[in-house]
């Protein structure tokens, strides 16, 4: 096996020879003393500046992109293990546990019936004296899924106010509501 890949180095250094002798020799003796030195030095430095332009520091910029990302993504993992500590140590609040309650409820019963890719708004409203209440907007939802949703809701014990359904096409509506308990 070596003897064959010797062969083939031998075979292909002698091409070269051939090849210089016959193209780049003619060319390269009718040149200055001045300009062959000057070819000298470029077949010195370009390959240099190729290596060092072309491979090498594309590669210490792209290490040095990914050294930064690294230290990011450290960082943000330090500051949200600091934040999770934080609300580790420290008791929920009541007010805001009951509003994250209800969203999450009906968040939960949305994707339970299917509705939740239609829900366009859903978010806490504050009024006075009538608890915590949830803005709901739905849009281009089958009309059947809908019926489902609001059964579920009012069988969790959520009432409704201000509820509008209006017909978008065929088996299609779109719904608003203030949805409470």
Do not use: C
């Not at 096996?1 to 003796?29: C, G």
């Amino acid at each position: 096996m070596n003897i064959s890949l010797q062969n083939h180095i031998d075979n292909l250094r002698l091409k070269l020879e051939t090849l210089w002798a016959e193209k780049v020799a003619p060319h390269y003796d009718a040149l200055g003393e001045s300009e062959q030195r000057t070819v000298k030095i470029a077949a010195i430095i370009l390959p240099l500046v190729i290596f060092v332009f072309g491979i090498v520091l594309p590669i210490l910029d792209t290490n040095k992109a990914l050294h930064d990302d690294i230290a990011a993504l450290s960082k943000q993992v330090a500051e949200a293990n600091q934040l999770a500590d934080i609300l580790a140590s420290q008791p929920k609040q009541q007010g805001s546990a009951n509003t994250n309650n209800i969203l999450s409820d009906v968040d939960k019963l949305a994707r339970q019936t299917g509705v939740r890719s239609y829900i366009t708004r859903l978010r806490p409203q504050q009024i006075m004296g009538a608890g915590q209440r949830l803005q709901t907007q739905i849009k281009n939802v089958p009309y059947q899924k809908l019926t489902h949703f609001l059964s579920i809701l009012e069988k969790n014990g959520y009432n409704f106010t201000n509820l509008k359904i209006q017909a978008a096409g065929v088996g299609i509506v779109h719904m608003q509501a203030s949805i409470g308990r």
